[in-house]
DNA sequence: CGAGCGGTTGAGGCATGTCAAGAGTTGTGG
DNA sequence: CCACAACTCTTGACATGCCTCAACCGCTCG
């Protein structure tokens, strides 16, 4: 663990308001580790031993049933990841690999579980983070079963670019293959989608997003708070890619 | 508040251990209602004043969007609902309605936060309860993802199978067309899906399943702990459809 | 008895997945 | 520094899963 660390831990919303004696004692039991990309640091169905706090890097959740594979989400820092399982001391439902090289804070579930009784502005904290992790999801299911996939990418690229202020162009987080997987879609599919929805305002150049016509964008994908925020749900990620970069 | 229905609260999983002077105050603090069927008793966005529990009847959370609506899940006595918009003091995030004449307990929302910070043992079954909402519809969204909507419907009748011991028989719990909507499929295409299923281990006549070819049905779902359970995630329903009864 | 509703069935169409091939990019090792 | 391998992304052709619309049956309940 590095010393400098720690003050950028403690900045992350489940461990702002802690008593630094605790804060200290959980930390003090974790371990900080460092891996190369492409690495599957959790196997779903493994017990939960640890809370993962992503320092450094981006770390994607997937699911996997028979031969198929999913992306349920991206972390990348400061974030924490299946604070659940952790919790509940039973196996991880999702995998999670490294997207790149990263720098990973193990907290011992065990600890966590003791310090939620023993400290009630954490206890407070941990059921903010999760209640907001579980409407996160919730709201990512109605995404799913209510709007089709040109309307999902539609709201995904409106909704981009909300969180950035508005901005009328940005960088893609993640690499485009994941981006589907993550809207429940294949990779053709998206790529034919994004021609289509050069017809209704926002155009897809490489990384590049840019909203031509943010009416007609939203004309299509019909932005709805109760589904696509805005709203602190998760101040760490539940069940979303991280946020874009504004265009350079 | 009737006070025989007390006992009956108390033995929720998130009652269970907390200190009687705090429920009692909790309790206190809470109304009971009688709803006739078909009412709306929550609307998506509404802030979440208070937290909900069913003792009779039938509750089907579903949610909606542009003139599309899914339904989420059905609980059933005895259980709590939205838990997390309640601990968040956000907004409803899905709408709910009784499916019959239904016996309600609302619990404010403050009273509830505000026994969280005084009662530890509360706040561990909050935590859990909470945890095991996000799993399960964590399996849920899973479920979605990476089956098609005959494995879904193949796993989901496989399950409740399981539920009730290995029963090869059972009634569903919930109308036809609602279970479609909950798989992510319309009514017709259930209906067909059910035909098509026949050639694999389980007929439906009217309400009654009756599993003809257990382990054909099992290569076609192939169960998966990390989707289907078992697990008690979650003691109260976070994402799911009450359980089937046996068949008479 | 008639209206309304859930369920089923058929026809047809659109959305989405699958398979295959090729262009462009990136990373690596010689 | 270059060549190659691996990978992403795109595009086309095709198959199919799923939805939509419409009609009809049977049941329930006024």
Redesign the interface.
Known sequence: MRPEDLPEVRQLQLFRSMDTDKFDELLGRSYVQNFPAGLELIR??DPADFLHVVMDGAVELY????G???T?SVVRPVSTFI???S??N??Y??SARTLERSRIILIPSAALREV??RD?EF??S???E??????S??????G????NSRERVASYFLRQSTLLGGAPSYVLPVEKRLLASYL?MTPENLSRTLRALEAHGVKVDGMRVIITDRARLAALA?P????DGP?P?ASTN??TLPEARARA
């Open positions: 779903q169905g699911a996997k049933w028979g198929r594979e999913c349920m604070l659940a399982a919790i509940r039973a196996p439902l999702m939620f009784r009630t206890a407070v941990v059921v903010n999760l209640a907001g992790c579980y409407r999801i919730v709201r990512n299911t109605k799913l079963k209510l709007r429940g019909q709805d708070t109760l589904i709203d749900d539940g069940s």
